[in-house]
Each structure stands twice: as structure tokens, then as C-alpha cells.
């Protein structure tokens, strides 16, 4: 347990609990500033109490024996309390303004700008929506299924991370410095501020000025593409987690005010969040599993240090490239984590805003089925790419609409066997 602070606390009731630094007593935070010091046993009592009350989520950590769980019923590593702070941040935003202004503060803001401009940004938008359907082409389908005005947003938060990425992985970049990325972070902060460097920044500029969309993600985005110029080994899942919410995670956090949370919706916006961050961390887990062979080429292993130790392999076996059987269980266990991750983001898409519930039922089973292509081929991810063939991915669709607007008794388990 980090000797400075724990916390565990639902935002928008504003409980609260921190570990003080004598590590036995807990100073309990109440609503309004009230807060006590008590022993750790009273403390549990309290938060315990407080998830009870209505209308707290699921999805929150809870506290057992001292240590605050995470969703997934594991002791939280220490990413994943760093991660749950930004959730709660985003979270605890979105609901001070809606009781600032007791407005839906997922609504669309109206636009107030001269036709040449709207004409200038619609091409930006066009522009944003080719690259995606060019870069991306399972996203692009998911953006076809959204109204026009989010499906417009959504590219162009797709093609900032695009190039964000690109910037460590594109054509140039070995040039790449951490100075390229500070200035890249400069366009950024600028962008918000509404002063777009070039077209597809205008684009992204517009977005968050129509949408709440805070800079936050963004920035960790950037700090996630620092992680990869400076590391390509990761000791264990602690390391890796924080790795996949930078370059992933992230963007549930930056899809959700697009996404809009359904009115009628009973769930805690920070568990909405949360949600939105599983799908982001389970892409990101999808995509190294299916990636091990490409990476190994670049020298990158982004697989848990430890946990291959414990299977008995290290990276020679990975750039060896061979399927053994303790590489066969290893990428069970994994596999295994990341539909823990699919299976946590489920929770959250029946909360989004009803329209929005389709593209993202249809994103989330088209990305889990490449964890089945992987199992499809023997778990050869070294010399063979996992993915979804055409057919499939046009079955999904309907899948993905059942559970999306009937009454939903697929369940993720015949999804994937579909
Ligand atoms: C409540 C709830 C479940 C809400 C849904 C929230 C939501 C829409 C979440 C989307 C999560 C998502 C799509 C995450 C993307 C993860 C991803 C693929 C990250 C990639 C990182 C780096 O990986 P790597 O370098 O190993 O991979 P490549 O070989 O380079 O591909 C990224 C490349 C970072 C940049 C991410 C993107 C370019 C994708 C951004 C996608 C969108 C904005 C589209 C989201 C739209 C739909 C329809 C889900
Ligand atoms: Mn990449």
C-alpha cells in the first residue's frame, strides 16, 4: 500500500478516505468538507457504507482488509489508483458542471460561426473521416454507425491520435525527440485554446469547443508516446497498465463526452468512465497480443517481464519466435486478462446515450474476435497476423445492433463464438 495516500472515494458523493502517513489511521472525507481521523476496521465500515447508498456504481474499487480492490475483484495496483484519479477527475467534472448549470453537459453546444468557416471546417472533417476510413477500416465501419455530427468528431479525435502515434511510429521516427513531443503538447494546449496550427487541428480545435472534452487525455496520450521512446521492456502488468491507459485508455476517456450518457441512465459517470477505459486498455492488450512478432522485430516486448518468468520464458524465447507449450499457456493467461477488460467495458456501453450504443457494442466485439483469431491460429503470433475476416465482420453488425437496442440476451460469451 503507498505509504502516502489512498484513496478510495465515490466523487460525486465526495466520500472520501486517505491512508495518513502513521499507516494506521484513516482521515475519512465527507461531503462539505467534514472530515475525522479513525482506525483503519471504522474506516472500511465507511466506505463501505457509502458504496451501499443508491446509485453508486459497481465498477468502484471497493476496500477489503485494508487494500482497495479494483474492479476486477484484484488488489489495484498502483497505476490503476493513478489511472482511477484521472477517471474520477473527468468524472467529478462533468458532474460539477451539470450542477452548475443543471444542463446535460453532454448536449452538443450550438454553433456560432460564418458560413465560410462551417465550409472550411466541413472539408477539415471530410479530410479527418478519409484518413480514418484509410488508416482504420473497423473504426471507420463503427463511425459509420454514428449520428453525422459525432461521427465527425470522433475522426478527428481518431486522426490527432493517429498522428500522435505516428509521431513514434511513422516514417520519421527516429527523428522523433522528446523536444518534438513537448511542441507537439504546445499544438495541443493551443488547439484547445482555439488557435489551430493546420486544417486537421481545426478540426479537433472545433470538436472541443462543441463537446466537453477535457485536455487531459491528450496530454497523457502525449506522456505515453514519451514512455515508448525511452522504454521497451515492461517488468510487470503495474508497468504495462499505466502504458496501455497513456496510448489507449485515453481515448475511452476522450470518446465518452462524444458518446453521450443516456439520460435515463441510473450509472455514476465515473463508472461510465471507467467502462470506457476497460475498452481502451483491452484494444491496447488486443493489439500487443496479436503485435508480439512485429514488435520483437523492433526490439519492443510489451508483454509483463514477470509473468513470463513465471511460464518460463524470457526474451530470447520471443525473438526465437517458437509456439511451445508454456508459450501456449502464457497467452492463455493473457488473453484471459484482456477479456476480463472486454468483459468490464460491457457494463458501460448500455449506459451510453442510446444512439451511441451500437458503433461501440460493434467496435468492442470486432476487437475482442481478434483474441479468438489468435487462439484460431495456434497462438502463432510471431510469424502470423490474428484478424477478422469480411464475413465475420459484417456478422457482427447485427450482433452488435441486438445488443445494442433489443433486450440484451447475447451475452459476450456468444459473441465471441460467433
Ligand atoms: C462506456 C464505453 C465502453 C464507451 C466507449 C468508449 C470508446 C469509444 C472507447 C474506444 C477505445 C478505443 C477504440 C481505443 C483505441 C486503442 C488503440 C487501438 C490504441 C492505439 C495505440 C498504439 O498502439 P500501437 O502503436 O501498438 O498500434 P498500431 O500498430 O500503431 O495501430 C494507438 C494507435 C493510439 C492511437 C489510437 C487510435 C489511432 C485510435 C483512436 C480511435 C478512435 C478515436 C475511434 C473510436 C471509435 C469507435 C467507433 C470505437
Ligand atoms: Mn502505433
Same mark, same amino acid.
Given at each position: 500500500?503507498?505509504?502516502?495516500?489512498?484513496?478510495a472515494f465515490?466523487a460525486?458523493t465526495l466520500?472520501g478516505?486517505?491512508?495518513?502517513?502513521?499507516?494506521?489511521d484513516?482521515?475519512?472525507?465527507?461531503?462539505?468538507g467534514?472530515?475525522?481521523?479513525?482506525?483503519?476496521a471504522?474506516?472500511v465500515k465507511?466506505?463501505?457504507k457509502?458504496?451501499?447508498?443508491p446509485g453508486m456504481?459497481?465498477a468502484?474499487?471497493t476496500s477489503?482488509?485494508?487494500?482497495?480492490?479494483?474492479?476486477l475483484g484484484?488488489?489495484?495496483?498502483?497505476?490503476?489508483?493513478?489511472?482511477?484519479?484521472?477517471?474520477l477527475?473527468q468524472a467529478?467534472?462533468?458532474?460539477?458542471?451539470?450542477?452548475?448549470k443543471g444542463?446535460?453537459v453532454l448536449?452538443?453546444?450550438?454553433?456560432i460561426?460564418?458560413?465560410?468557416?462551417?465550409?472550411?471546417?466541413?472539408?477539415?472533417?471530410?479530410?479527418?473521416?478519409?484518413?480514418?476510413a484509410?488508416?482504420?477500416?473497423?473504426?471507420?465501419?463503427?463511425?459509420l454507425?454514428?449520428?453525422?455530427?459525432r461521427?465527425?468528431?470522433i475522426w478527428?479525435?481518431?486522426v490527432?491520435c493517429r498522428?500522435?502515434?505516428?509521431?513514434?511510429d511513422?516514417?520519421? @521516427?527516429s527523428?522523433? &525527440?522528446p +523536444?518534438?513531443?513537448d511542441?507537439?503538447e #504546445?499544438?495541443?494546449? =493551443?488547439?484547445?485554446? $482555439?488557435?489551430?496550427?493546420?486544417?486537421?487541428?481545426? @478540426?479537433?480545435s472545433? &470538436?472541443? +469547443?462543441?463537446y466537453?472534452?477535457?485536455i #487531459?487525455p491528450f496530454? =497523457?496520450?502525449?506522456? $505515453?508516446?514519451?514512455?515508448d521512446?525511452?522504454?521497451?521492456?515492461?517488468?510487470?502488468f503495474n508497468?504495462?497498465y499505466?502504458?496501455?491507459y497513456?496510448v489507449a485508455?485515453?481515448?475511452g476517456?476522450?470518446?465518452?463526452?462524444?458518446?453521450?450518457?443516456?439520460p435515463?441512465?441510473?450509472?455514476?459517470?465515473?463508472?461510465?468512465y471507467?467502462a470506457?477505459?476497460?475498452?481502451?486498455?483491452?484494444n491496447?492488450?488486443?493489439?500487443?497480443?496479436?503485435d508480439?512478432?512485429?514488435?520483437a522485430?523492433r526490439g519492443r516486448i510489451?508483454?509483463?517481464q514477470?509473468?513470463l518468468?513465471?511460464?518460463?520464458?524470457?526474451?530470447?524465447?520471443?525473438f526465437?519466435?517458437?509456439v511451445?507449450?508454456?508459450?501456449?499457456?502464457?497467452?492463455?493467461d493473457?488473453i484471459?486478462r484482456?477479456?476480463?477488460?472486454?468483459?468490464?467495458?460491457?457494463?458501460?456501453?448500455?449506459?451510453?446515450?442510446?444512439a451511441?450504443?451500437?458503433?461501440?457494442?460493434?467496435?468492442l466485439?470486432?476487437?475482442r474476435?481478434?483474441?479468438?483469431?489468435?487462439?484460431a491460429?495456434?497462438?502463432d503470433?510471431?510469424?502470423?497476423?490474428?484478424?477478422v475476416?469480411?464475413?465475420k465482420?459484417?456478422?457482427?453488425?447485427?450482433?452488435?445492433?441486438?445488443?445494442?437496442f433489443?433486450?440484451?440476451?447475447?451475452?459476450?460469451?456468444f459473441?465471441r463464438?460467433?
Amino acid at each position: 500500500m503507498p505509504a502516502a495516500l489512498v484513496r478510495a472515494f465515490n466523487a460525486s458523493t465526495l466520500w472520501g478516505l486517505e491512508w495518513k502517513e502513521n499507516q494506521r489511521d484513516f482521515k475519512v472525507h465527507r461531503p462539505f468538507g467534514v472530515s475525522f481521523i479513525c482506525s483503519h476496521a471504522n474506516a472500511v465500515k465507511q466506505i463501505v457504507k457509502c458504496r451501499g447508498a443508491p446509485g453508486m456504481s459497481e465498477a468502484m474499487p471497493t476496500s477489503v482488509g485494508g487494500l482497495v480492490m479494483n474492479p476486477l475483484g484484484k488488489p489495484m495496483l498502483p497505476s490503476e489508483q493513478k489511472v482511477y484519479d484521472v477517471v474520477l477527475k473527468q468524472a467529478a467534472m462533468v458532474n460539477d458542471v451539470k450542477q452548475q448549470k443543471g444542463i446535460n453537459v453532454l448536449d452538443v453546444k450550438p454553433e456560432i460561426v460564418s458560413p465560410s468557416t462551417i465550409e472550411l471546417l466541413n472539408e477539415a472533417y471530410e479530410r479527418c473521416g478519409e484518413v480514418c476510413a484509410e488508416y482504420a477500416k473497423t473504426f471507420y465501419l463503427g463511425t459509420l454507425l454514428m449520428t453525422p455530427d459525432r461521427r465527425k468528431a470522433i475522426w478527428a479525435i481518431y486522426v490527432w491520435c493517429r498522428r500522435t502515434d505516428e509521431l513514434v511510429d511513422g516514417p520519421n @521516427a527516429s527523428h522523433i &525527440t522528446p +523536444l518534438a513531443l513537448d511542441r507537439w503538447e #504546445q499544438r495541443l494546449e =493551443d488547439l484547445f485554446l $482555439g488557435r489551430p496550427y493546420d486544417m486537421l487541428d481545426a @478540426a479537433l480545435s472545433d &470538436t472541443v +469547443l462543441k463537446y466537453p472534452v477535457d485536455i #487531459q487525455p491528450f496530454r =497523457d496520450m502525449i506522456e $505515453g508516446m514519451r514512455m515508448d521512446l525511452r522504454k521497451s521492456r515492461y517488468k510487470n502488468f503495474n508497468e504495462l497498465y499505466l502504458y496501455c491507459y497513456y496510448v489507449a485508455g485515453t481515448v475511452g476517456l476522450m470518446s465518452v463526452p462524444i458518446m453521450g450518457i443516456a439520460p435515463e441512465s441510473k450509472a455514476t459517470t465515473e463508472s461510465v468512465y471507467n467502462a470506457a477505459l476497460a475498452l481502451g486498455i483491452a484494444n491496447q492488450l488486443t493489439n500487443i497480443l496479436r503485435d508480439v512478432g512485429e514488435d520483437a522485430c523492433r526490439g519492443r516486448i510489451y508483454l509483463p517481464q514477470d509473468e513470463l518468468a513465471q511460464f518460463g520464458l524470457s526474451d530470447e524465447d520471443i525473438f526465437a519466435g517458437k509456439v511451445t507449450d508454456r508459450w501456449r499457456a502464457f497467452m492463455k493467461d493473457q488473453i484471459k486478462r484482456a477479456r476480463m477488460f472486454f468483459d468490464e467495458a460491457e457494463k458501460g456501453v448500455t449506459e451510453l446515450d442510446k444512439a451511441s450504443r451500437w458503433p461501440v457494442w460493434a467496435s468492442l466485439i470486432l476487437y475482442r474476435q481478434i483474441l479468438d483469431a489468435i487462439e484460431a491460429n495456434d497462438y502463432d503470433n510471431f510469424t502470423k497476423r490474428a484478424f477478422v475476416g469480411k464475413v465475420k465482420k459484417f456478422l457482427s453488425l447485427p450482433i452488435a445492433y441486438t445488443q445494442a437496442f433489443v433486450q440484451p440476451v447475447v451475452t459476450s460469451k456468444f459473441a465471441r463464438a460467433s
